[in-house]
């Protein structure tokens, strides 16, 4: 069983692996991106787990076969409560699991089928491998981080497609040289019913806290897309918002929760010269940035735009021609950073592409 994730930043590199955990060789995990690196890449993380066997408790038949002889209700006052119901570990899975990181500058489409490809051939699925995916992960830097395999096997660096099906391959079965390790626990209560079930890590304690990041915006470009002018060019106006989640304030709509912040604004009488059906770029850098920004999955931002073309303060038309808004609301899932495109139409054939650029940092 695998899961991919893609990674952002080192802050969201917990929250696809579900809790700040004590995992061995933990700064390593992250150590192996290159977040500084300003060349666009893709980088996934691949939780992949492997079970060898699992222990069962014999399940008493009462919930007071637990207890010696004597021991009162009374007695377990002080340990157990409304808020701390007795509970005991039911069964343990033993196996290993592998984090792998993957660091490219193929799209995330392309490497998911590459890895699928190599995960297919590692467990003796007949599968016709292109040549793309095994020229993919060639180029690609991979590592393994591994809990409950070959010692041998703790940490490593995967050579390309065939590597990495060979590491899959190898310590898949239960052996001296692949013991396995507590990878998973369930929970029960005292009657049996189940409560709880996860994956652990040698059964380190998690600490689960709501993941912030700080989150840039940057405007990249305006584009006139249609909407003639008889003065040729478009004097633009308007506004560029970003709605963000801040903690216990998550985005629930583009007009609900979260914090507000201009990108961009100009008033009437103030606009920017664009060519018909050509591009503005600002001189120097528009950006707007918001700190402790909630992150992780179900949060969601929102985009928002109004544009105008100036005609009342300059010798054309007289009244100021509406060039329409868009409103963008994003998830988490749907992937902040990159550049997003707001599709401004008013009335007429009246259209401005805006172009926003987001960003994540720790």
């Known amino acids: ?14 929250v696809a692996l579900g809790a700040s955990v004590d995992w061995p060789g933990g700064n390593e995990i992250a150590a192996s991106f290159d977040f500084a690196s300003e060349t666009k890449k893709t980088r996934v993380v691949v939780d992949f787990t492997q079970a060898y066997y699992t222990a069962d408790v014999n399940t008493p038949s009462r919930p007071s076969d637990f207890f010696a002889r004597g021991v009162t209700v009374d007695d377990l006052d002080d340990f157990v409560g409304e808020g701390n119901p007795p509970v005991y570990v039911q069964s343990i899975t033993y196996g290993r699991r592998v984090i792998f990181t993957v660091e490219t500058t193929a799209a995330r489409d392309e490497l998911e089928a590459a890895l699928s490809a190599a995960y297919q051939g590692a467990v003796g699925v007949n599968v016709d491998v292109a040549v793309a995916h095994k020229d993919l992960l060639e180029e690609a830097k991979i590592h393994a981080f591994v809990l409950g395999g ?16 060979a590491y899959i391959h190898r310590g898949g079965d239960y052996s001296k040289e692949s013991p396995g390790a507590p990878i ?3 929970l029960a209560y005292l009657d049996n019913a189940v409560t709880t079930m996860s994956f652990t890590t040698e059964y380190a304690e ?29 004097e633009l106006y308007g506004y560029v918002t970003v709605r963000a989640p801040m ?17 961009w604004e100009l008033q009437q009488g103030q606009w920017v010269d664009v060519e018909e059906y050509g591009s503005w770029e600002p001189s120097s850098p528009v950006t707007v940035s ?22 009342s303060d300059t010798l054309e038309l007289n009244g100021d021609d509406d060039f329409g808004a868009d409103a963008l609301l ?33």
């Open 1 to 14: 069983e695998y899961r991919i994730h893609e990674i952002y930043s080192a802050s969201q590199l917990s």
């Open 150 to 165: 070959s010692a041998s096997d703790a940490t490593a660096v995967i050579d390309g497609f065939d590597g990495l099906s």
């Open 184 to 186: 998973a626990y369930k």
């Open 206 to 234: 998690r600490e689960c806290t709501t993941n912030r990041a700080r989150l840039s915006a940057e405007l990249v470009e305006l584009d006139h897309v249609s909407g003639g002018d008889v003065g040729g060019n478009i």
């Open 247 to 263: 903690g216990g304030d998550p985005v629930t709509a583009c007009d609900q929760g979260g914090q507000v912040v201009a990108l």
């Open 290 to 311: 918001l700190e402790d920004v909630a992150v992780g999955p179900g949060e969601r931002l929102c985009l928002e735009t109004h544009i105008w073309d100036n005609d």
């Open 330 to 362: 994003v998830s988490w899932d749907e992937g902040w950073p990159g550049t997003h495109v707001l599709q401004a139409r008013g009335g007429g054939d009246r259209a401005v592409d805006v172009y926003v650029r987001l960003d994540l940092h720790d």
